[in-house]
């Protein structure tokens, strides 16, 4: 029985050819592939999986997206994912003080993003059975079930990559997100 002691981001030259063409892809977009995606990459699969699924039609902007990603980051303590989505935040016209209070699970500066930033919080805590009262909440700032199911969904996606890299542990390549204090 053989032991893994070390997790590695693979090269483009030891991912399959189809991962290759989707490392291609990202290079030319991004100018570099990010290594969440590279690890992604171990799987012949889990690379056109995840980016279809990050990708897909949403009823939320991109600004809540970024919202739900930040504090469902946050929660799982993942400073790879934190760090991508401050750059990402920025990108979407947040200020770095207003990140920082996005991660606490709020967001006052704006009324509907911190009933959005406080429902994620509140879901992530308590693994969706959130109460009456935090889904009204979320309802009456005007999210709809749609929204609540897209919600849901960017949870899950962020969830997934946070546990990837708390598992793996692998370099963080995007500036690193400030810590709260």
Known sequence: MSTITALSVPTKNEVSEKNQAIFEQLEKGLGFVPNLYAYFAK???????????????????????????????????CFYCLSAHTQLGKINGF???????IRSG???????????????????????????????AFF??????????DTVIVIGDKTITNYLHNLAGFEIDFPLAAALN
């Open 43 to 77: 799987s012949d699969t889990a690379l056109q999986d995840y980016l279809t699924l990050q990708n897909r039609k949403s009823t939320l902007k991109a600004k809540e997206k970024e919202v739900v990603n930040l504090v469902v980051s946050e929660y799982n303590a």
């Open 95 to 101: 200020t770095e003080d207003q990140i920082l209070e």
């Open 106 to 136: 709020k967001a006052t500066f704006d009324q509907k993003l911190d009933a959005l930033a406080k429902f994620t919080l509140h879901v992530a805590e308590n693994k969706g059975k959130v109460s009456e009262e935090a889904k009204n």
């Open 140 to 149: 009456e700032a005007g999210y709809s079930e749609a929204n609540l199911v």
